[in-house]
């Protein structure tokens, strides 16, 4: 759960982890 790269790179494992 890095949330300090880009949002893009944020948004993908994102929407894995918060399905």
């Known amino acids: 759960m ?3 790269t ?3 790179h ?3 494992p994102d929407l894995i ?3």
């Open 2 to 4: 890095k949330r300090s």
């Open 6 to 8: 880009s949002p893009i």
């Open 10 to 12: 944020v948004s993908y």
């Open 17 to 19: 982890v918060k399905s």
